[in-house]
């Protein structure tokens, strides 16, 4: 995967196990800090990471009062509270429910209980990078089917894909990063063509975004149809604002699944004050369904704006938009970089002039607009 650098270990290769001496890095992009430092800048306006523009709910700020006078206590290290907030919010058993410290964490949980070397896995490109780098940090093979030149899932070359032996077929969708949407006639015919015992894991990072659609799959109740094992992830980070705080959870086919998950997690691996943070802003839908409305609305202005530039946007069921350039995805980014701006470069191979821009607030997406406007000039 090129979104990322292999690593040069010269000397120190040999210590180290030869699947992290080969493992690609993680392209997590600059921060606000960094940019400003780099350039000299004072304003940035940051849409690399699909983040929430408008932050949490303020119910977020309530839920933590009197919290600096418990910070000399460890968190709970089941996180019992919140996972009962979970598990009532999707009327699920609590012991079906796993938090991890961000979603990301819980792709290495299963990548550590799941798979060992020359397992294969099956999920898209492009591709969210940790879906690729933790099955290879354990050594599997990653086949990854790649998009149609409509930047759509590739049904039919997805059901080639898992027809051969896997362990676990894994994909976000709505996609992450080029948005597009998989139905749910789509996705029950892939999960029937799965091998039986094949663990299928749906990271929904999105959900929240795509399932006013009436066409975006109830993935729990197509997976409980199957009795088969599943994962379905979920995030704070997106929709409900929270990416600071670092804070997710799986929603599990049955209680020896998220068993097995929990056995490698880190004892206290979720802080005091996510947890308390989640819960708040897990209570108040009404926030974070109007921070969805607005999103949406903004997302479907740029993506016109951006059309009528010339440029080539994927149909986004996300609070992001996946674009084709006729420059270099890295140029063009840098030369926004220059001006403040932060988008993500693709770096995959045939997508290298790809860019993701996340949808930020009408004013910051409205820098984007004239900046692209002035560059292409
Ligand atoms: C953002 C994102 C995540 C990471 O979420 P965290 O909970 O912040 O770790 C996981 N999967 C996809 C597809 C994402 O885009």
Redesign the pocket.
């Known amino acids: 995967m090129s979104d990322s650098v292999a690593l040069s270990f010269s000397g120190h290769k040999a210590l180290c196990r030869a699947e992290v001496s080969m493992l690609p890095r993680y392209n997590a992009g600059l921060s606000e800090d960094e940019v400003r430092r780099r350039y000299n800048l004072t304003t940035i306006v940051k849409l690399g990471s699909?983040e929430n523009p408008y932050g949490p709910s303020p119910q977020v700020k309530a839920g933590w009062a009197g919290l600096a006078d418990r910070l000399g206590r460890y968190p709970d290290a089941g996180a019992a509270l919140l996972r009962h907030d979970i598990a009532r919010a999707h009327m699920t058993e609590v012991e079906r429910v796993l938090v991890g410290n961000?979603?990301?964490?819980i792709?290495r949980l299963i990548a550590e209980a799941y798979l060992s070397s020359g397992d294969r896995v099956v999920t898209v490109r492009p591709a969210?990078g940790?879906h690729e780098i933790y099955p290879r940090m354990m050594g599997a093979e990653v086949d990854a089917v790649p998009v149609t030149a409509e930047a759509t899932f590739d049904q039919a070359a997805l059901l080639a894909a898992v027809k051969k032996p896997l362990k676990i077929l894994m994909f976000?969708n709505p996609s992450?990063p080029v948005g597009c949407m998989m139905t749910g006639a789509d996705l029950s015919e892939l999960i029937e063509a799965c091998p039986q015992d094949a663990l299928i894991v749906v990271?929904e990072?999105?959900r929240e975004y795509a399932e006013e659609d009436p066409n975006y799959p109830d993935a729990r109740a197509l997976l409980e149809k199957q009795g088969r094992p599943w994962i379905i992830?979920r995030?704070?980070?997106?929709a409900y604002g929270l990416?600071a705080l670092?804070?997710?959870y799986a929603l599990t086919s049955s209680e020896e699944v998220a068993s097995v998950l929990d056995t490698v997690r880190d004892p206290f691996n979720t802080n005091m004050p996510a947890q308390i943070a989640a819960s708040a802003a897990l209570a108040d839908v009404a926030y974070m369904k109007d921070c969805i409305r607005k999103g949406i609305a903004e997302r479907e202005r740029m993506a016109k704006a951006l059309r009528e530039l010339g440029f080539f946007v994927a149909p986004a069921w996300t609070n992001f938009v996946f674009v084709r350039t006729t420059q270099g995805a890295a140029q063009l980014a840098d030369a926004l970089l220059e001006r403040g701006i932060i988008i993500k470069p693709w770096k995959e191979p045939g997508f290298e002039n790809w860019v993701r821009i996340s949808i930020g607030l009408p004013e910051e997406n409205d820098t984007v607009l004239h900046a692209l406007a002035d560059l292409s000039l």
């Open positions: 699909n961000g979603s990301e964490q792709i969210f940790l976000s992450n990271d990072a999105y992830l995030t704070f980070s997106k990416a670092r804070i997710g």
